[in-house]
C-alpha cells in the first residue's frame, strides 16, 4: 500500500527549514528519500532502517520510527537547490513504494 | 560508474505499433526495478527483478506488458500494441539489496503514443 506524505507542497525562503512527512498503514523494514527535480529522475538522498535511526545528508536528516510506520524528512536552512519534489519510499519484502510525493519551492 | 542508462531518452510513436524500453543496470546491483511515473498515478512499481529472475510482476497494467532480464547488465520493457493511455516516464532502477540500500534511477524513457 502506497505511503501517505504530507504536506502536498511547501513554499519556503532560503534560510527557512521545512519538515516532510510519511506514513504507512502497513509495518515498515525500510524507508527511503529521494529528490526529483523537473524533468529529471529521482535521486536517492538517505535510507533509514528498523531501529529508529536518524540519518544526515548536507542540511537534510531525516528520522524513521517504525513502531509509529512513520519518518520525517527535515531540511534545515534551506537553499534554493532543495527545490523539487521530495518522495519517500517504503520497503517491504524486497520492493518499494512510493508516496505521491512534497513539492518544495525555495525562493530567494 | 555511469549509472544505470536507459534508451532511447524520448519514444514518440502510434498507437498499435510495438515499444521496447531498454536499461543497463549498474554492475554489480542484484535488484532492477521498472517504475512508470505520470501525474495523475505517481512513482507505479511494474515489475522487478533479483538475479536476473521476476520476482513481482503484479504491477504490470496488463498482458500488453512484458519485461525480461535475459543477463546481469540488460532488461527490456515491452509494449505491444502500445495505447495512448501508456504515454508516461518510464524509469529502471538498480540497487545493492533492496531494502537496506537505495535505488539509482537512470533517466528515464519519456513516452508519447499518439
Known amino acids: 500500500q502506497q505511503p501517505v506524505q504530507s504536506p502536498q507542497a511547501v513554499i519556503l525562503r532560503e534560510g527557512e527549514d521545512a519538515v516532510i512527512n510519511c506514513s504507512s498503514s502497513?509495518?515498515?523494514?525500510?524507508v527511503h528519500w529521494y529528490r526529483q527535480k523537473h524533468g529529471e529522475a529521482p535521486v536517492f538522498l538517505m535510507i533509514l532502517l528498523k531501529g529508529g535511526e536518524q540519518k544526515g545528508h548536507e542540511k537534510i536528516s531525516a528520522s524513521f520510527n517504525e513502531k509509529k510506520q512513520q519518518s520525517s524528512l527535515y531540511l534545515t536552512a534551506s537553499q534554493l537547490s532543495y527545490s523539487g519534489t521530495y518522495f519517500c519510499g517504503t520497503g517491504n519484502a524486497g520492493k518499494s513504494t512510493f508516496g505521491d510525493g512534497t513539492t518544495l519551492t525555495v525562493k530567494p | 560508474d555511469a549509472g544505470v542508462i536507459q534508451s532511447p531518452r524520448h519514444e514518440v510513436t502510434e498507437m498499435g505499433q510495438e515499444v521496447t524500453l531498454r536499461c543497463k543496470p549498474i554492475?554489480?546491483?542484484?535488484?532492477l526495478f521498472w517504475y512508470r511515473q505520470t501525474m495523475m498515478r505517481g512513482l507505479e512499481l511494474l515489475i522487478y527483478?533479483?538475479?536476473?529472475?521476476?520476482?513481482?510482476d503484479s504491477g504490470m497494467p496488463e498482458d500488453r506488458f512484458s519485461a525480461k532480464m535475459p543477463n546481469a547488465s540488460f532488461s527490456t520493457l515491452k509494449i505491444q500494441p502500445s495505447e495512448p493511455r501508456d504515454s508516461a516516464v518510464y524509469f529502471c532502477?538498480?540497487?545493492?539489496?533492496?531494502?537496506?540500500?537505495?535505488?539509482?534511477f537512470g533517466s528515464g524513457t519519456r513516452l508519447t503514443v499518439v
Open positions: 502497513k509495518a515498515l523494514y525500510s
Open positions: 527483478f533479483n538475479n536476473n529472475v521476476p520476482i513481482d
Open positions: 554492475s554489480g546491483h542484484d535488484y
Open positions: 532502477a538498480s540497487s545493492l539489496g533492496a531494502q537496506s540500500y537505495g535505488y539509482t
